[in-house]
């Protein structure tokens, strides 16, 4: 497993189902993601705090 944008690549050295036979890879593409048009309407969950009278 690899960061994200990163592939795994089998290097075609060892056994295909054992993770040490592949190494990193580049991304298939750079092209940048377009800004979703909903990203106006949206904010990050904020957890709300819980009043108790004690």
Known sequence: M????YLAEYDH????????SYQR????T????PQWMGSAF?????PLERYTDR
């Not at 949206?42 to 904020?46: E, K, L, M, V």
């Open 2 to 5: 690899f960061p994200y944008p």
């Open 30 to 33: 750079t092209v940048k993601t």
């Open 25 to 28: 890879a580049e991304p298939l």
């Open 42 to 46: 949206f904010r990050p969950y904020a």
């Open 13 to 20: 050295k060892g056994y295909s189902k054992r993770a040490s």
